[in-house]
């Protein structure tokens, strides 16, 4: 299995609900290693550019107003198809539809509260790692 690196965030629901360090403990026990790591809370411009795929989408400025709404923790996680363990580590976007034992079944409240985001193919991950950490 290739080595890929794959772009995560906690978003705001999840840094206050104080759960980094539980999330981040089940990418590591996943075999996931964290390469690079930042707190911070983004504007209007850096979430907007960020979610530029769902522009036309109905949720788009809900989703940027809320990815602004406090803090994130944005990491690179890298491993052995860390874009699909991530995925299956994170569960279904909507968390209803989660399975058990997922972030998002465990701690997500919402599809738009719902905890994290992760990279959804390795063309994507490149990007988005690319984005948030132009020098890695
Ligand atoms: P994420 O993986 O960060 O990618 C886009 C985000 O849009 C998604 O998680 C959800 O939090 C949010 N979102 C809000 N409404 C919807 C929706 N109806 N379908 C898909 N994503 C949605």
Redesign the pocket.
């Known amino acids: 299995m290739a080595t890929e690196r794959t772009l995560s965030?906690i978003k705001p629901d999840g840094v206050q609900k104080q759960v980094i360090g539980k999330i981040l403990t089940r990418f590591e026990d996943a075999g996931l290693r964290i390469v690079a790591a930042k707190m911070m809370q983004l504007d209007k411009n850096l979430a907007g550019s960020f979610?530029a795929v769902?522009k036309e989408?109905p949720?788009y400025n809900?989703?940027v107003t809320y990815m602004t709404s406090g803090p994130v923790f944005v990491s690179v996680l890298e491993g052995a198809d860390a874009v699909n363990k991530n995925r299956e580590l994170m569960g279904a976007?909507n968390p209803k539809e989660a399975k058990p034992g997922t972030i998002r079944a465990d701690f997500a409240d919402s599809?738009?509260a719902?905890t994290v985001?992760?990279s959804d193919s390795l063309e994507n991950a490149r990007n988005e790692v690319a984005f948030f950490f132009p020098d890695l």
């Open positions: 965030i979610y769902h989408r949720f809900d989703l976007t599809i738009e719902n985001h992760g």
